[in-house]
C-alpha cells in the first residue's frame, strides 16, 4: 500500500516558512520564488487538508496545528539529514559498527586500545555514543552496549568483560600536606550517580567516616579523577581506569581496595556472537581477549 507521506519539497518550504515565520525568507533559504514557496504550502494544505498557516492580508503566521506539525516535522529532517550525512561518510568497501558505552569506560580503557583493533581489521570503523543508563538495544540503532549488568537486559545476550573495583586515590601532595593516611580528616570526592559509595566502602573496607556524604559531587569518574589530580580530595574511582597515573606517581592509593562493593562491565549483544555480522563478531571477540588480557 502506498504511503500517505508529502513531498520533501514540501515538507523543507514548510518547516523553513515555518521557522522564519515568512515565505520570503524562507524562499530566500532555498533559493526558490515566494510564489514557489506558496505553492508547495498551498499544495501541503491541501494533502493534509488542514491549514497550516493563518494568512492576515499579506501577512502569514502558524495555525496551532501548523505549530505541532512544524516541530514534527523539523526533527524528521534533522534526523533525515544525519543519517543520510552518516551513510555518505562510510568506507565504500568497508563496515561499521555503533557502540554505546559507558563515557569514562569508553575514554579511559576502550578507546586507548582502539588502535589494535584498527591496525587488525582496517575496514572496520567503530562509532561511539555514550549511555549512562541501561536502555532497549533493539531499534535504538546501536549494535551492541558496553556498560554494567544490569536486569534490563534481561533476553540480550552478555558477556563478562571486567570488575570495576573502586579504590581510593589522591594527588600525593594532598597526603604531603596531611597528617597521616586517616581518610576523615581528608576532603571526599563522590560521584552523584553513587551518592552512598564512601559509607558503603568505609564499612566494607571496617574505615570509620564521621561524615561521608559530605563533599563535593560530579558527574563522572572522569571528572573524579581529574578532581583528584588537582589535590582536590579522595576519589572512590575504578582500579582500571587510573593504571597509568598510579605507575606514574600522579595518584596514589595507600587504602585498600573495594572488592566488596565492585560491579561487572559486560557487552550487550542482541544476538549470540557467532550470529552476529561479521564487523561485529570481530569487535566482540577482539574486545573480550582484550578484557581477559586486562584482568589481573
Known amino acids: 500500500m502506498r504511503r500517505k507521506i508529502p513531498s520533501n519539497t514540501a515538507l523543507m518550504a514548510f518547516e523553513a516558512a515555518a521557522r522564519h515565520g515568512s515565505f520570503a525568507r524562507a524562499a530566500d533559504e532555498l533559493s526558490l520564488t515566494e510564489g514557489a514557496i506558496s505553492r508547495q504550502i498551498g499544495r501541503l494544505e491541501q494533502f493534509l487538508g488542514v491549514a497550516l498557516f493563518q494568512r492576515v ?3 502569514v503566521r502558524l495555525a496551532p496545528s501548523g505549530a505541532r506539525y512544524a516541530v514534527q516535522v523539523r526533527e524528521i529532517l534533522e534526523r533525515l539529514e544525519r543519517d543520510s550525512l552518516y551513510l555518505m561518510g562510510q568506507p565504500i568497501d568497508g563496515a561499521s559498527i555503533d557502540i554505546a558505552a559507558l563515557p569514562t569506560f569508553a575514554s579511559r580503557w576502550l578507546i586507548p586500545r582502539l588502535k589494535r583493533f584498527k591496525d587488525l581489521h582496517p575496514h572496520i570503523t567503530v562509532h561511539i555514543a555514550e549511555r549512562m543508563e541501561p536502555f532497549v538495544l533493539a531499534g535504538s540503532g546501536f549494535d551492541a552496549a558496553i556498560h554494567f549488568e544490569h536486569p534490563a537486559w534481561t533476553g540480550m545476550h552478555c558477556h563478562r568483560l571486567l570488575e570495576e573495583i573502586l579504590v581510593p ?3 600525593p601532595a594532598l597526603l ?4 597521616g593516611l586517616s581518610l ?3 576532603p571526599l570526592l563522590h560521584r552523584r550517580q553513587n551518592p552512598d559509595a564512601w559509607q ?3 564499612q566494607a573496607a571496617g ?8 563533599g563535593p559531587r560530579y558527574d563522572l569518574h572522569a571528572m573524579l579523577i581529574e578532581a ?3 589535590g582536590l580530595g579522595v576519589a ?3 582500579r582500571l581506569y587510573i593504571e597509568a597515573e598510579l605507575r606514574q606517581g600522579r595518584l596514589v592509593a595507600p587504602w585498600p581496595d573495594g572488592h566488596t562493593i565492585s560491579k561487572r562491565f559486560c557487552l550487550v549483544l542482541p544476538e549470540p556472537v557467532a550470529l552476529s555480522a561479521a564487523a561485529l563478531q570481530a569487535f566482540a571477540q577482539w574486545l573480550l581477549e582484550e578484557a581477559r588480557a586486562s584482568r589481573p
Do not use: K, M
Not at 604531603?176 to 597528617?179: E, K, M, P, R, W
Not at 574505615?207 to 559530605?214: K, Q, Y
Open 176 to 179: 604531603a600536606t596531611s597528617a
Open 184 to 186: 576523615d580528616a581528608l
Open 200 to 202: 558503603d566502602y568505609a
Open 207 to 214: 574505615i570509620g567516616l564521621a561524615n561521608p556524604a559530605v
Open 236 to 238: 572512590l574511582v575504578p
Open 228 to 230: 583528584a589530580l588537582a
Open 169 to 171: 586515590v589522591c594527588s
Open 57 to 59: 492580508g499579506n501577512r
